[in-house]
């Protein structure tokens, strides 16, 4: 049996003169990110590793669910492949971790993490918005062969408030 738990990055800001991939969170996103990872505390499990895109806007959501989940001494990576839009770079790092993880995270950006949670996952949502986080479990027990899973978990802001 594996697990994801995948989280879009904190609502960005678009205040500075950046290119997108620099691009920090504003007041609302880091707001977000601690409210959905404070709240998601009790409900998520260690995972094995945590992997998350090197723009600057994923990379501080991860860091914040890290301090909040207390996840500080799981192994944690940046991936320059996650810093993907279509889901083509998302799924090939999936399919590609070491058999040995069991229970992956990962940080990115839409569309790619709409598109993977709608098709890997047994619940449709037109949207996975900025701080939003869903689990998919899924039978099988090795990466390359990742099939459809169930979903068992989803957290968005908007629930919360």
């Given at each position: 049996?594996?697990?994801?738990?995948?989280?879009?990055?904190?609502?960005?800001?678009?205040?500075y003169?950046?290119?997108?991939?620099?691009?920090?969170l504003?007041?609302?996103?880091?707001?977000?990110?601690?409210?959905v990872?404070?709240?998601?505390?009790?409900?998520?499990?260690?995972?094995?590793l945590?992997?998350?895109?090197?723009?600057?806007?994923a990379?501080?959501?991860?860091?914040?669910?890290?301090?909040?989940?207390?996840?500080?001494?799981?192994?944690?990576?940046?991936?320059?492949?996650?810093?993907?839009?279509?889901?083509?770079?998302?799924?090939?790092?999936?399919?590609?971790?070491s058999?040995?993880?069991?229970?992956?995270?990962?940080?990115?950006?839409?569309?790619?993490?709409?598109?993977?949670?709608?098709?890997?996952g047994?619940?449709l949502?037109?949207?996975?918005?900025?701080?939003?986080?869903?689990?998919?479990?899924?039978?099988?027990?090795?990466?390359?062969?990742?099939?459809?899973g169930?979903?068992?978990?989803k957290?968005?802001?908007?629930?919360?408030?």
């Amino acid at each position: 049996m594996k697990k994801i738990t995948i989280i879009r990055h904190a609502k960005s800001s678009w205040k500075y003169q950046v290119i997108d991939f620099e691009r920090p969170l504003n007041e609302r996103g880091l707001a977000d990110a601690v409210l959905v990872s404070t709240y998601a505390k009790t409900k998520i499990f260690k995972p094995d590793l945590i992997l998350s895109s090197d723009a600057n806007r994923a990379k501080t959501t991860a860091g914040i669910f890290i301090k909040n989940l207390g996840f500080q001494e799981v192994a944690f990576q940046l991936n320059n492949k996650l810093y993907d839009f279509a889901g083509e770079d998302l799924i090939h790092t999936i399919k590609n971790c070491s058999q040995d993880i069991n229970h992956l995270m990962l940080f990115g950006h839409n569309y790619a993490i709409t598109s993977f949670v709608n098709i890997y996952g047994s619940v449709l949502y037109d949207n996975i918005p900025t701080s939003g986080l869903v689990s998919i479990e899924f039978d099988i027990d090795n990466w390359k062969k990742l099939i459809p899973g169930k979903t068992i978990l989803k957290i968005f802001p908007k629930d919360l408030k």
